[in-house]
């Protein structure tokens, strides 16, 4: 299950964006940022990738003025995209973040792939991709695996300019932490 929870109290167990969770810190927030050049020309989250635990927080923070994101996740439920997180998780959709500071957060206790998009940045590859556990579920399939399948008539594919920018499984695992820039 997922649940939206309000904010943490300040001097909490948040994390530096490019800190990578311990082993042990089930209850530690992780954050990720939602960034741009100063032209606005290059979108990103700040790291793309993380390997997480299972009851672990993420937090999307906005730092990206003038340029508004969303957290949205690979789910038919959110403008018929295609299926990129566990079967039993909750989708997420953070609607507009559109000031420096706003953010969002979700709980993942369902391990598995999780790929998430930016709605207006996706054909701009503005992608993330967590790791809750041990990989599995749609999101480790290819982005292909939805052709002839049945029951996925009308979900979007994932568009080519963010399928280049997941990072793999792979460097998730290896690293825990990867950059988009
Ligand atoms: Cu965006």
């Not at 080519?160 to 290896?174: D, E």
Request: proline content about 10%; aromatic content about 8%.
């Amino acid at each position: 299950m997922l649940t939206r929870r309000a904010f943490l109290q300040a001097g909490g167990l948040a994390l530096a964006g490019l800190a990578a969770p311990r082993r042990g810190s089930g209850d530690a927030v992780v954050e990720i940022r939602m960034q741009s050049d100063p032209t606005g020309a290059e979108v990103w989250f700040e790291p793309t990738g993380i390997l997480i635990e299972r009851g672990q927080t993420v937090r999307w923070v906005m730092r990206s003025p003038g340029n508004p994101h969303t957290t949205t996740a690979y789910h038919p439920r959110n403008t018929s995209h295609s299926l990129r997180i566990p079967e039993g998780a909750e989708p997420w959709d953070s609607g507009f973040l559109l000031e420096p500071g706003a953010r969002f957060e979700v709980t993942l206790t369902v391990q598995g792939v999780y790929d998430y998009f930016c709605l207006p940045h996706e054909h701009a590859g503005m992608v993330g991709r967590i790791v809750v556990g041990r990989p599995g579920g749609p999101g480790a399939l290819p982005f292909d695996y939805v052709t002839g399948r049945p029951g996925t008539a009308g979900w979007q594919p994932v568009p080519p300019a963010a399928r280049q920018r997941f990072p793999t499984v792979a460097a998730i695992l290896k690293d825990r932490v990867v950059r988009g820039r």
